[in-house]
C-alpha cells in the first residue's frame, strides 16, 4: 500500500490560530486524489487516534479543483502555553506522512 509520503507532492501543517492545526496533503496527480483523499487512513477516527485527539474535532476540506485535501484538528494546549512544544505546529504533518492509504 502506498504512503502519505508517495502520493503527495508536498504535505505541510501550520497553526489555524492558537486552538487549531491544519494540515495540507497536495497530491501528486488527480488520480491519486480522487483515489485516496477519501481513504479510512485519512478519516477523523484515524487522525484522531495518530494525534490522541476527539475524533469528533477533526475537520476535512476537500479541494479536488487544487488536489488539496485539508484536515484540521484542535491543539491539545493552546498556542504558545506552558506545556507548547510546535509554537507553529510546523511539524505536526511528519506523523502523517508514512500512514498507508488503502
Known amino acids: 500500500m502506498p504512503k502519505v509520503?508517495?502520493?503527495?507532492r508536498t504535505v505541510r501543517s501550520k497553526?489555524?490560530?492558537?486552538?487549531?492545526?491544519?494540515?495540507?496533503?497536495?497530491f501528486d496527480s488527480q488520480e491519486s486524489y480522487d483515489r485516496y483523499s477519501q481513504s479510512?487512513?485519512?478519516s477523523a477516527e484515524?487522525?484522531?487516534?495518530i494525534y490522541n485527539i476527539d475524533p469528533a474535532g477533526v475537520m476535512h476540506?476537500?479541494?479536488?479543483?487544487?488536489?488539496?485535501?485539508k484536515i484540521?484538528?484542535?491543539?491539545?494546549t493552546p498556542q504558545g502555553g506552558v506545556e507548547e512544544r510546535d509554537l507553529h505546529s510546523g511539524q505536526q504533518?511528519?506523523?502523517?506522512l508514512d500512514v498507508e492509504l488503502g
Not at 484515524?46 to 487516534?49: P, R, S, T, Y
Not at 484540521?72 to 491539545?76: A, E, L, N, Q, V
Open 15 to 26: 497553526v489555524a490560530g492558537p486552538f487549531w492545526v491544519t494540515m495540507d496533503l497536495m
Open 46 to 49: 484515524a487522525i484522531g487516534k
Open 61 to 69: 476540506f476537500p479541494v479536488p479543483k487544487l488536489k488539496v485535501l
Open 72 to 76: 484540521s484538528y484542535p491543539r491539545k
Open 5 to 8: 509520503r508517495e502520493v503527495c
Open 40 to 42: 479510512p487512513a485519512l
Open 93 to 96: 504533518y511528519t506523523y502523517i
